[in-house]
């Protein structure tokens, strides 16, 4: 018998202060004409807390 495997992936918000931060360097970063398909992607990373969890289950 194989175990089965699989990954779980958790997005939440992070605390208050953290996301206001990555909200405002994300509306500077467009204010000041930086290409959008780096400003967007680097402040949601800020703002979400993004966890990989990998699992196995014996079947």
Request: glycine share 6%.
């Amino acid at each position: 018998m194989a175990s089965r495997t699989g990954v779980t992936i958790d997005i939440r918000l992070r605390e208050r202060p953290i996301a206001l931060i990555g909200a405002a360097g994300a509306a500077l970063a467009l204010w000041t004409d930086a290409p959008a398909e780096i400003a967007l992607p680097v402040a949601l990373l800020i703002i979400l807390d993004v966890r990989l969890h990998a699992w196995r289950h014996p079947s």
